[in-house]
């Protein structure tokens, strides 16, 4: 199994991990799960993701506001792989805006205080070992809800729905 997919399981993240997205400037991992019945009643209706911006300008205009379709996917959470724990908060700090954040940590002796940080500011560590075996060391919380809904989470979903219906082409059904 992938380090990511294992990390994910790590912190009880069910879903579909999607590797190499690029979020506000940063390659992730984002763990998604595909919303069935949404997705059943978009294709049914037309509604295919949309992961072009322009398509959102739309959604500053109120009366078209009835016609913004309801995300495919959940977010469950993001992770992001860094080779030193002193990058994690700054990896980490926007986008725990949007779902819990994890980074992903080769497993090293490490100092306790940046644990301590990472857990006050709510950011999750999983150590993976040279085995490839995943460790939670500090829970991920989610603190998306203390900053609201946004128009880039969003569009983030879409792009996300996207990617998740093309891996559901070349692999196996999702779960």
Known sequence: MLPLQCAAEALAWRG???PDVEVLGQRVSAVV???HDVHD???RNG???ESDPSWFRSWFDPSLHDQIPVPGVDLIGVLVPENRIDRALRSCGTLMTLAPCAVVLPATDMDPWPLIELDYYGVGVVTIDAEGTPAPVVPAEDRSTEFGPSLFGRWLLEVLYAKVLDLATTAA???
């Open 16 to 18: 579909v991990v999607i």
């Open 33 to 35: 799960r595909l919303r």
């Open 41 to 43: 009643w978009r294709s």
């Open 47 to 49: 509604w295919p993701p």
């Open 173 to 175: 059904p999702l779960p």
